[in-house]
């Protein structure tokens, strides 16, 4: 078996792809899925769990623990798999989530519940880097273009059916199994992987540089907790989030300090030598910023100016993420035929820039239609990014490091979805009140307390003064958020132009005898494809 896979996949970059192959790709993309899925499914069931455990005070915890837990693990899972072999690495991964879903599944109280997701995050930190780097290993950067639509159609079915299937699993089935739903899928993919991915075996000599470790995750989880809290739990010059700010900058000073030291270093300072590597991680977190704002808003705008339901809201987002995906499947098809990609990030910040730039100008008089319009043309934008910046980063490091450099690239894209969140959050609550306290300043207070909850019904329910009044709060709201995006969007925009077209590895031999041009010098060395046995 492992010669046969051998002999397949040393030829991967040139034909098609071996059904062991095929085989570990579903796999992946079903590990990619429960890392993706896990918080948009328990979003919908939150109301039912807070109804049976209590908690409420703790209920912003849920989800907390679970992206503090993955966002701090991401970077240790990438190096563990450089150091000690993927297969191995990932695995662990799976299996931990799992691990974390079933006793999720099982929790009494919110407590519990709080830190079993803190386990399951911890593992879901491993899958998407594992599947990244994987993937980097399997398949060359040109013909991993090719791939690039069924990652997208991965993210966008996690969006759009996400909370549909929440719903659904709560009201015939019980909370619970919003969390057992993983195990049958992710012991498929613990089994195709186990059984047909055949990766060379590592064992480093070094030890885990465990300073590091903890300076980072301690610099990351401030960072986090300093986004989730500023505004909402603490005022942004409280003296708790001025300590959290300090700590998290002190903590990453001195992990930037002692990685020159380290000798097996858990982020290697060198990848970001590589113009290409360092354009790339910053264009990520610039997506991830407008991104996840961008799902977030959205979804209240409708619901609130244009009296869409709750229940259908990823469907509310299908413009934006049906462009996605056929631009991304686009993008992939030319990057693997022609070897050429600088014009994906260039288009990708310039029609994100714009699109931002449309939704900001809606208003209570915008048709769902013309919304429709301007979230397709920022989805033609994010599908010019998503995964060309993935594949760039990875073509742009030596193999050694595809895991921190898979790792770093996800990292960042989650810190810049962090960042959007709070900033874009902030300044919408903001501007929500301003406009309350304007046009309905007594009535008003109330709906604006409770304007995350606010349903189309309940919304319905309001005087009608008070009610145009919110209306044109949110619209306002929207107005300043996207435009905020707009404007961060044009940094992606121009670190894009200064992308240099490296040819990408595997791109037959022109590709491969090129001579090392600069900092880029990795980016010519031929993928080991033949590895995989």
Not at 212 to 241: D, H, K, N, Q
Not at 456 to 462: E, F, I, K, T, V
């Amino acid at each position: 078996m492992a010669e046969k896979t051998e002999a397949a996949t040393g030829d991967a970059g040139a034909g098609k792809q071996p059904r062991s192959v095929r085989v570990v790709l579903l796999a992946l993309m079903i590990a990619m899925m429960l890392a993706m899925l896990d918080n948009m499914i328990i979003g919908t069931a939150m109301p039912t769990i807070v109804g049976e455990l209590g908690g409420l005070e703790h209920l912003s915890w849920v989800v907390t623990a679970y992206t503090l837990a993955t966002a701090a693990s991401t970077p240790l899972w990438g190096k563990l798999g450089d150091m000690y072999g993927r297969k191995g690495s990932f695995m662990s991964s799976i299996v931990i989530f799992l691990i974390g879903s079933a006793l999720s599944g099982m929790a009494q109280d919110m407590g519990q519940l709080i830190a079993f997701r803190a386990v399951q995050g911890l593992g879901a930190g491993g899958l998407m880097v594992g599947v990244m780097a994987i993937i980097g290993d399997l398949i060359p950067p040109r013909e991993r273009g090719k791939y690039q639509g069924m990652m997208a159609g991965v993210m966008a079915l996690a969006m759009i059916g996400g909370p549909l299937v929440g719903g659904t699993i709560t009201d015939h089935w019980g909370w619970r199994w919003s969390f057992y739903i993983n195990l049958p899928l992710g012991a498929v993919a613990l089994v195709a992987v186990s059984a047909v991915l055949h990766l060379p075996k590592k064992r480093s000599q070094a030890r885990i540089d465990y300073l590091g470790a903890a300076l980072l995750t301690i610099g990351i989880t401030a960072i986090v907790l300093v986004t989730t809290w500023g505004g909402t739990e603490y005022a942004w010059t409280s003296a708790r989030i001025m300590e959290l700010i300090g700590i998290g900058v002190a903590a990453l000073i001195g992990f930037v300090f002692w990685q020159t030291r380290a000798a097996e270093p858990i982020v290697p300072l060198h990848i970001f030598r590589s113009r290409n590597f360092t354009l790339m991680s910053f264009i990520g977190f610039i997506v991830g910023f407008v991104m996840f704002g961008a799902t977030l808003f959205l979804p209240l705008y409708q619901q609130a100016v244009q009296g869409a339901s709750a229940t259908n809201s990823g469907l509310l987002l299908l413009p934006m993420l049906g462009a996605m995906l056929v631009t991304s499947m686009v993008a992939g098809r030319v990057t693997t035929n022609t070897g050429r990609y600088k014009i994906f990030p260039v288009a990708g910040g310039a029609l994100m820039t714009v699109g931002l730039f449309l939704l900001s100008t809606m208003d209570t008089e915008t048709t769902r239609f013309t919304s429709g319009l301007y979230m397709a043309v920022v989805g033609l934008g994010m599908g010019c990014l998503m995964q060309i910046t993935m594949l760039v980063a990875q073509n742009s490091v030596e193999m050694k490091d595809m895991g921190v450099a898979s790792s770093s690239t996800t990292l960042f894209r989650t810190l810049g979805s962090s960042f959007g969140v709070a900033i874009m959050g902030a300044l919408f609550n903001h501007r929500v009140q301003d406009v309350m306290a304007e046009r309905a300043p007594a009535a008003g207070a109330k709906a604006t307390q409770e304007s995350a909850t606010l349903t189309a019904d309940a919304l319905n329910a309001l005087p009608a003064a008070v009610r145009e009044a919110y209306q044109h709060a949110v619209s306002s709201g929207t107005h300043g958020a996207f435009l905020l995006g707009s404007v961060v969007a044009v940094l992606a925009l121009v670190a894009a132009v200064f992308v240099k077209e490296v040819p990408l590895k595997g791109a037959g031999p022109k590709a491969a005898d090129a001579p090392a041009d600069g900092d880029d010098a990795a980016a010519t060395v031929k993928a080991p494809v033949s590895e995989a046995v």
